[in-house]
């Protein structure tokens, strides 16, 4: 009873081991060779035995959804109006939800009115005081702030390399898409467009403002005046009230409706003479 849990467990070291040489025998030691692509081949379902990443020459591939050190998206430097635009607001919701704090956010203002802009001055995250919980990419509601695949952020001085400022957390919206393909379109389906939301507004406003602006048809011209001698078989005989020299002709419905009021003025005076009578 207390021995055979024991045995299993040394027992499944040792297939492994065997498992490990036997793995090389089958493909030739060709897992280990770099001028070929054979990490997919040892990191596959059908490898067996003890595997060996080659780090840093290898690295293993992260998921899609792992998490790491929060980044800022912007539009790509080929976007047609809001080239290197922020998709942050600085509304401040990231910071307020960040649970160890280690977010800092300054809205920028206008140089003319002094009035603030929907756009971060100044951006700080402290990556040793963050703890890659996520919260932050969650509770954005502009989808601007994203979790980063990146792990490899040692180094020897804390001040400059470990407290990122705007500049260095600031990546292209093609970025998002490359190492998030399925997140990137489940966002998109949930926004609308791939765009920013405001950048799918000012698209709409432009194309509104395209079509209000755009040159209405010439009228056509009209036909031309039929001589007394030879009326126009398609004329029809216009019926209308004789006017005063130089008023416009009255139309069929103003007729009516003066007829209307007529008739509408006669009931009245009759009602107000059977009540004097």
């Not at 190492?179 to 926004?191: C, D, G, K, S």
């Not at 036909?223 to 005063?244: I, M, R």
Request: charged share 30%.
């Amino acid at each position: 009873m207390y021995g055979t849990g024991l045995a299993k467990g040394l027992m499944l070291t040792l297939r492994h081991f065997v498992e490990s040489y036997v793995d090389d025998i089958r493909y030739g030691f060709r897992k280990y060779h770099h001028s070929t692509d054979n990490f997919a081949i040892r990191q596959g379902t059908k490898t067996k035995g003890v595997i060996t990443v080659q780090y840093p020459d290898e690295k293993v591939a992260v998921p899609e959804r792992f998490r790491f050190i929060p980044f800022l998206i912007v539009e790509d430097e080929d976007h047609p109006t809001r080239s290197g635009k922020d998709w942050c607001t600085s509304c401040g919701i990231c910071a307020k939800v960040c649970p160890p704090q280690c977010i800092w956010i300054v809205r920028g203002n206008d140089p003319v009115s002094g009035r603030p802009v929907p756009e971060p001055e100044a951006f700080f995250i402290d990556i040793d005081i963050c703890m890659n919980c996520g919260y932050c990419a969650e509770y954005c509601p502009f989808d601007a702030i994203k979790m980063d695949h990146d792990y490899e952020l040692a180094s020897y001085d804390r001040t400059t390399h470990h407290i990122h400022d705007k500049e260095r957390l600031s990546k292209p919206n093609s970025y998002w898409r490359s190492i998030a393909p399925t997140r990137a379109y489940e966002e998109m389906l949930a926004r609308g467009a791939w765009e920013h939301k405001d950048a799918a507004k000012e698209a709409r406003r432009g194309a509104a403002s395209a079509r209000t602006s755009a040159p209405k048809p010439a009228a056509q011209p009209a036909p031309a005046q039929q001589t007394a001698d030879k009326p126009s078989p398609e004329a029809a005989p216009a019926a209308t009230a004789p006017t005063a020299e130089g008023a416009a002709p009255w139309t069929e419905d103003e007729a009516k409706r003066e007829e209307r009021r007529r008739k509408a003025l006669g009931r009245k005076a009759r009602r107000a003479a059977k009540r004097g009578g």
